[in-house]
């Protein structure tokens, strides 16, 4: 393949110095052909330091997140994703809005045949807000390992 074939060239992030968006709608989440689109396998991105704002006392909130997806004609440029993520640390949002608009906003702009987001928050208050979400079933076939992140238990 060549970049022309690719999607390379339509990239405007990739290899270039980028600013941080300041908010998630300002975020270009960028894609490209994915290069099997005939086979079905996983993709799985982490984000172990995942911040936002909470909405109502502006104090940071702190997860670990997961996301697995099974690529249809596309997949997530990995600098762009990584660019979309960091654009929540000024946003204000509750752990569920969140965590489902980064869901929705991978769901829209990839059309997987599958993906599912494992967000485990870092307690606030002491309770810990654990937000999962997923299209549907696994196409059949898949290997879907186990996110093994562990749920809070506190110091012990």
């Known amino acids: 393949m060549t ?14 110095q980028v600013a941080a968006p300041q908010s ?12 099997y689109p005939d086979k079905h396998y996983l993709v799985r991105f982490t984000a172990p330091e995942f911040t936002s704002l909470c909405p109502i006392t502006g104090q940071p909130d702190f997860a670990h997140i997961v996301i697995d997806y099974v690529p249809d004609k596309w997949i997530v440029e990995s600098k762009s994703l990584k660019l979309y993520l960091t654009s929540f640390r000024n946003h204000g ?6 965590s489902i608009q980064i869901a929705n906003t991978l769901v829209e702009r990839l059309a997987p045949r599958w993906l599912r987001i494992g967000a ?3 307690p606030r208050g002491g309770i810990p807000i654990d937000v999962f979400w997923q299209t549907g079933e696994p196409p059949a076939g898949v290997w879907v390992p ?10 012990g």
């Open 3 to 16: 970049p022309a074939d690719d999607g390379r060239d339509q990239l405007t992030q990739l290899g270039k």
């Open 24 to 35: 998630p709608e300002e975020a270009i989440l960028e894609r490209v052909p994915a290069p």
């Open 93 to 98: 949002a509750f752990h569920e809005a969140c």
């Open 146 to 155: 186990a996110q093994d992140v562990p749920t809070y238990r506190g110091r």
């Open 120 to 122: 485990y928050w870092y």
